[in-house]
């Protein structure tokens, strides 16, 4: 089992800054990708970022250039640096990390985390 927990969410006005968490325990091998998504009501997830184990980054068009992925791999744990956010931002934010369990033949996991609330409004 491997559980991922979301922090860094709330409310900020347009323009503002906030910086996203998600931490990964529980039986883990290895993790190779860790992302994150956002989703509004009604509508489908969609990728905001993604980012392999060696660093390697992805991200949607709509937020090059203002947000920033980051990992930490000794601490199991992704970032999302949010920067001059619009009102469109607004969304629940997961995180997912995919990779190998501890216990062989070592299976493969994809996880998602709880989400956290991103509101951007004045």
């Known amino acids: 089992q491997v559980q991922l927990v979301e922090s860094g969410g709330g409310l900020v006005q347009p323009g503002g800054s906030l910086r996203l968490s998600c931490a990964a325990s529980g039986s883990i091998f290895y993790i190779n990708d860790m992302a994150w998504y956002r989703q509004i009501p009604g509508k489908q997830r969609e990728l905001v970022a993604s980012?392999?184990?060696?660093?390697?980054?992805n991200y949607a068009h709509s937020v090059e250039g203002r947000f920033s992925i980051s990992r930490d791999n000794a601490k199991n744990t992704v970032y999302l640096r949010m920067n001059s956010l619009k009102p469109e931002d607004t969304a629940v934010y997961y995180c997912n990390a995919g990779g190998r369990g501890t216990v062989f033949p070592y299976p493969r996991f994809s996880s998602w985390g709880q989400g956290t609330q991103v509101t951007v409004s004045s």
């Open positions: 980012i392999t184990r060696g660093g390697r980054v």
